[in-house]
Nanobody, 115 residues
Framework: QVQLVESGGGWVQAGGSLRLSCAPS????????MGWYRQVEGKQRELVAR???????NYTESVKGRFTISRNKARDTVYLQMNSLQPEDTAVYYC?????????WGQGTQVTVSS
């Protein structure tokens, strides 16, 4: 069964940067959408950023201009470059990928931003 393996989370001071990465545990097929979600205590999981197979991207308003999503199609790998991090970005970040027949999720990686 395919699992998405995430890395790059951690603790940073406000204003710092982190880069998250995510790749399948084994080969997959026909991934057409990749994205990152986040969740904080007491709130629903929200979409942070996504990228389509054609390169189209969209972001939640609060991260525009600070976060950049990118991907390596050959490896089905997705990245999230997070700059100018703020305490409000503290959350567990989850990787997500979609194919025609499956939706895959990562286990989550903690991002903590201190003031």
């Amino acid at each position: 069964q395919v699992q998405l393996v995430e890395s790059g989370g951690g603790w940073v001071q406000a204003g710092g940067s982190l880069r998250l990465s995510c790749a399948p545990s084994r080969s997959t097929f026909s991934i057409y959408d990749m994205g990152w979600y986040r969740q904080v205590e007491g709130k629903q999981r929200e979409l942070v950023a996504r990228i389509r197979i054609d390169g189209y991207t969209n972001y939640t308003e609060s991260v525009k201009g600070r976060f950049t999503i990118s991907r390596n199609k050959a490896r089905d790998t997705v990245y999230l470059q997070m700059n100018s991090l703020q305490p409000e970005d503290t959350a567990v970040y989850y990787c997500n990928m979609k194919s025609r027949v499956r939706e895959y999720w990562g286990q989550g990686t903690q991002v903590t931003v201190s003031s």
